[in-house]
């Protein structure tokens, strides 16, 4: 929809009507603007990339605004639709159905590559490849995209989910069963819930914010038995 400059805009906040929280609010040409994402001065083409997929693909009303020491992401709001979500408790996320971002899919696959890596390091390299076909097996069940073959889930096993690889188009529900799923695989290799910690570590390569987005995410899933 747009790309703005700081000067072009005004950032104002409201007030969050259950929490002691400040909502960040952008203002543009009379239309007002929620804030959805945040990328570092380095991460400029998958800040675009994101703009586009959400104004492009997704239909979505958006603002990329442009900083000297970072991108992020706006979308349309009315203020009284805004405080009218805020004000209403979220049903479970896990059973909405929706797109969720792929910051998402990101700190999932940095949570996956994390036991991988454990299992590699660990247990040694026929155990990795063991659970190469255990994790080929769970995508297919779940009907995963982006899985099909041995060589595209070495990919989402080795490949930077932040700089080198495409997130794949996952549903928020496949993401709660991938959670779920390889936390149990993880308990078959490694016999209880010892990697919890170290795979959680993994999503310190995230932005603050990004990560704060998630395990609040995550907090609301299913999911959040097993982990958190």
């Not at 639709?81 to 969720?100: H, I």
């Not at 991938?178 to 819930?193: E, P, R, V």
Request: some cysteine; aromatic content about 10%.
């Amino acid at each position: 929809m747009f790309i703005l400059k700081r000067q072009d805009v005004d950032i104002t906040s409201v007030q969050h009507p259950t929490k002691d929280q400040k909502i960040p609010i952008l203002n543009y040409q009379g239309m007002t603007f929620r804030l959805l994402n945040i990328f570092p001065a380095n991460q400029q083409d998958e800040a675009r990339a994101l703009w586009r997929e959400l104004t492009d693909n997704q239909g979505k009303a958006c603002v990329l605004l442009e900083e000297t020491e970072r991108y992020s992401i706006w979308g349309k709001v009315r203020l009284e639709q805004l405080v009218g979500e805020l004000s209403v408790p979220k049903p479970s996320k896990a059973t909405s159905g929706g797109v969720v971002s792929p910051v998402f899919t990101q700190a999932c696959l940095l949570m996956l590559q994390a036991i991988y890596i454990d299992v590699e390091d660990l247990l040694g390299a026929k155990q990795s490849e063991a659970f190469q076909r255990d994790l080929m097996q769970l995508f297919k069940q779940g009907q995963f995209a982006n899985t099909a073959t041995p060589d595209a889930v070495i990919q989402l096993l080795t490949f930077d989910p932040l700089n080198s690889l495409q997130p794949p188009p996952w549903q928020e529900p496949q993401l709660v069963k991938l959670l779920q799923d390889m936390h149990h695989l993880g308990k078959s290799y490694f016999g209880g819930n010892s990697f919890n910690k170290r795979v959680l570590e993994a999503l310190d390569d995230l932005s603050s914010y990004d990560r704060t987005r998630f395990l609040e995410w995550l907090k609301q899933s299913p999911a959040a038995t097993v982990w958190l």
